[in-house]
């Protein structure tokens, strides 16, 4: 049996790295993919486009205008003199926002009245827009606490003085600058490896059935079991390589701290890549041809990454998708990463992520056998 192992080894490792664009191919893309996704995937909004029309002229709203200015969140790219002009740049994508401040801001202001500002917003980018005015209140709350300490200072500097403040000293845990990079760049290593294994399987199979070698290989002593661990254990090292070199892009270029096991990370890889890697063959034993897989892997690829929690928590998912997101090995892979990376958990917590990994691979992979057997007759 090994002997015979070992030839369908060989083989399949000469048909992969035979080509030089098929080694650069497999290692090449996914370290460029991680350091272009690690900066590119970002909750962080930054230099929002914005424009001003600013009707009231005063010294308290050009200070309120220099407070947007002054943001890292906000880029005042224009000033406008007609409400008309609001539409057309928001219509045009010029602008995501636009603050219009009314005659007689100031003079309310010292009247010690409530004086408002419309906030125009591109609201079809949902997020951007509620993260967008998330900070704009910020900015506009702050400006409205200090001018009125500011006015009760000038008018009763005692009451001023002996007002009572609410502090709240932040304290977080496990990512102290609430570094979006750090939640995402542990994603991502999950992401790349589930596209890499899951095309490289999907086309395995169904390739060597599609250019009429299967039947050759079938009428050699070889068991069907030992075809598929041969099939199998190339793209599992294959797999293992690519996700050593994008781990340590992510921990020694975006320098995301690995507080937890390398040994409990690798566990956790291992039985991703059985999982995967049974999805895999399973769609490649259902495919009749290379195109077919390939669509069909995509079909799975982009449902598994958007229920694994990568970019939105699944506590907000409808409460069927919540439960079908348990049949996703990505979904404990994920959790797996961010746990390992960020909190430094060990085996001791993250036991029901590797049982539920674990049995979606064994169960994967005996599908995939049964499943390979009855497409031979």
């Known amino acids: 049996m090994l002997s015979r192992l070992r030839h369908m080894l060989v083989k399949e490792f000469i048909q992969v790295l035979r080509d030089k664009r098929t080694r650069f191919l497999l290692l090449g893309p996914p370290v460029i993919q991680m350091v272009v996704f690690g900066y590119a995937a970002t909750l962080e909004i930054k230099h929002v486009p914005m424009a001003v029309l600013d009707y009231d002229q005063s010294q308290a709203s050009r200070e309120l205008v220099s407070r947007f200015e002054g943001s890292r969140y906000f880029d005042v790219r224009y000033r406008l003199t007609d409400r008309r002009q609001v539409a057309d740049l928001i219509d045009r994508g010029e602008v995501t926002m636009a603050v219009e401040i009314d005659a007689g801001f100031a003079r309310l202001l010292g009247k010690g009245e409530t004086a408002h500002a419309q906030v125009i917003v591109d609201a079809s980018n949902s997020n951007t827009a509620l993260v967008g005015l998330g900070y704009l ?203 390992v990376y960020l909190k430094g958990v060990g085996i001791d917590v993250l036991w029901p992520q590797m049982a539920g990994m674990a049995a979606i691979g064994i169960f994967m992979l005996s599908v995939s056998v049964l499943r390979f057997h009855k497409s031979l007759e």
């Open 137 to 339: 209140n910020e900015v506009a709350g702050s400006y409205a606490r200090e001018y009125q300490l500011a006015s009760l200072s000038r008018t009763a500097p005692l009451a001023a003085g002996g007002l009572p403040t609410i502090v709240l000293d932040k304290r977080p845990w496990y990512n102290t600058d609430m570094s979006s990079q750090w939640f995402f760049v542990p994603g991502v290593i999950g992401n790349l490896m589930l596209v890499i294994v899951m095309t490289l399987t999907a086309v395995s199979v169904v390739r060597e059935r599609e250019i009429g070698t299967l039947e050759q290989i079938m009428v050699t002593p070889i068991r069907r079991s030992e075809f598929i661990l041969g099939k199998t254990i190339p793209f599992f090292l294959i797999g293992g390589l690519d996700a050593t070199l994008i781990s340590a892009v992510g921990t020694f270029w975006f320098k995301v701290p690995l507080r937890g096991s390398v040994w409990v990370l690798a566990l956790g890889t291992v039985l991703f890549l059985l999982g995967a890697l049974g999805i895999g063959l399973f769609i490649s034993t259902v495919s009749a041809t290379q195109q077919q897989a390939m669509v069909t892997s995509f079909f799975f690829i982009m449902p598994a990454i958007i229920f694994s929690g990568f970019g939105s928590p699944i506590s907000s998912m409808p409460t069927f998708l919540q439960y079908l997101t348990l049949l996703n090995p990505m979904r404990y892979f994920q959790t797996v990463l961010r746990s």
